[in-house]
T-cell receptor, first 117, second 115 residues
Framework: GAGVSQSPSNKVTEKGKDVELRCDPISGHTALYWYRQSLGQGLEFLIYFQGNSAPDKSGLPSDRFSAERTGGSVSTLTIQRTQQEDSAVYLC???????????????FGPGTRLTVL | QQQVKQSPQSLIVQKGGISIINCAYENTAFDYFPWYQQFPGKGPALLIAIRPDVSEKKEGRFTISFNKSAKQFSLHIMDSQPGDSATYFCAASPNYGGSQGNLIFGKGTKLSVKP
């Protein structure tokens, strides 16, 4: 079946512009996560949606970052007034809401590479 | 504060050799420890995972060893192959009452297997 898809695959923007990154999770997955991967670094958690619960925004680095998830499916990560330090690969992942014991696999999309000039 | 520390940063192994990557964690609330494999231009993919009630888990050539008292876990790749060349991330996740929490990742190990 279809995996997690993200668009665009690459985004180049100018400092100060706003950008929107899109994630389409696997159908039926109610948990959705956004991570950021900077060059040579691990994955940094940004935000987590679980069903209709309030999202866990504890990883968002500043108030310029926000995300929403409409209809429990598609999610959009918005970065306002982009800065050069926002340049990174933004990864989306989804998983089942009720994990089978021992399985909490998060399925990742290919990411969006954001470059802020 | 880095909650999951991974080493080495890079690793070169000859074909047929054993690759060993180590991770250490601090938060005793962690109860799920996966390893992810990432190829260039792709998102990470789950390789193998372990829970703290077992000390070892093996799947094919891949083995996780887990030491709860030391708060350490490691990935062993037996008979390493050039196709295993990738970046490997360890991660940990706390148990939020049975629901899924975010993963906390190590910084990754770039593995190169020489033919």
């Amino acid at each position: 079946g279809a995996g997690v898809s993200q668009s665009p695959s690459n985004k180049v923007t100018e400092k100060g512009k706003d950008v929107e990154l899109r994630c389409d999770p696997i159908s039926g997955h109610t948990a959705l996560y956004w991570y950021r991967q900077s060059l040579g670094q691990g994955l940094e958690f940004l935000i987590y949606f679980q069903g209709n619960s309030a999202p866990d925004k504890s990883g968002l680095p500043s108030d310029r970052f926000s995300a929403e998830r409409t209809g429990g499916s598609v999610s959009t990560l918005t970065i306002q007034r982009t800065q050069q330090e926002d340049s990174a690969v933004y990864l989306c992942a989804s998983s089942l809401a009720s994990p089978i014991a021992g399985r909490r696999e998060q399925f990742f999309g290919p990411g969006t590479r954001l470059t802020v000039l | 504060q880095q909650q999951v520390k991974q080493s080495p940063q890079s690793l070169i192994v000859q074909k047929g050799g054993i690759s060993i990557i180590n991770c250490a964690y601090e938060n005793t609330a962690f109860d799920y420890f996966p390893w992810y494999q990432q190829f260039p231009g792709k998102g990470p993919a789950l390789l193998i995972a372990i829970r703290p009630d077992v000390s070892e888990k093996k799947e094919g050539r891949f083995t996780i060893s887990f030491n709860k008292s030391a708060k350490q876990f490691s990935l062993h790749i037996m008979d390493s192959q050039p196709g295993d060349s990738a970046t490997y991330f360890c991660a940990a996740s706390p148990n939020y009452g049975g629901s899924q929490g975010n993963l906390i990742f190590g910084k990754g190990t770039k593995l190169s297997v020489k033919p």
